[in-house]
């Protein structure tokens, strides 16, 4: 089992930055890949970003690319999403997820936190 901690969500005005913050905790020995998935109300659930264990491969939303940075840090167990740019459009609450392939975690990952509200205004 893995859990998974966020941090780093709020309000912000259009064209501002927040980084988010993923902890893991728990079977952390093993090689998950992490990464982001967000709600809208009123929506479905949509992959961010995400990325290997390694760190050297990523992957973006296109709705995303050029404005977000997601990144790891192996030796604390934690995933970042830096979020610059931003749009009223990204308000949503945004989950941190975890599992052993990179497909899994942007479809349908085993291990989600908790969720982080971000609220863009315009």
């Known amino acids: 089992q893995v859990q998974l901690v966020e941090a780093g969500g709020g309000l912000v005005q259009a064209g501002g930055s927040l980084r988010l913050s993923c902890a893991a905790s728990?079977?952390?020995?093993?090689?998950?890949?992490m990464g982001w998935l967000r709600q809208a109300p009123g929506k479905e659930r949509e992959f961010v970003a995400a990325v290997t264990w390694s760190g050297v491969n990523t992957y973006y939303a296109d709705s995303v690319k050029g404005r977000f940075t997601i990144s790891r840090d192996n030796a604390k167990n934690t995933v970042y999403l830096q979020m610059n740019m931003l749009k009223p459009e990204d308000t949503a609450v945004y989950y941190c997820?975890?599992?052993?392939?990179?497909?899994?975690?942007?479809?349908?990952?085993?291990?989600w936190g908790q969720g982080t509200q971000v609220t863009v205004s315009s």
């Open positions: 997820a975890a599992d052993s392939t990179i497909v899994l975690v942007t479809t349908t990952p085993s291990y």
């Open positions: 728990g079977r952390t020995e093993k090689r998950y890949a």
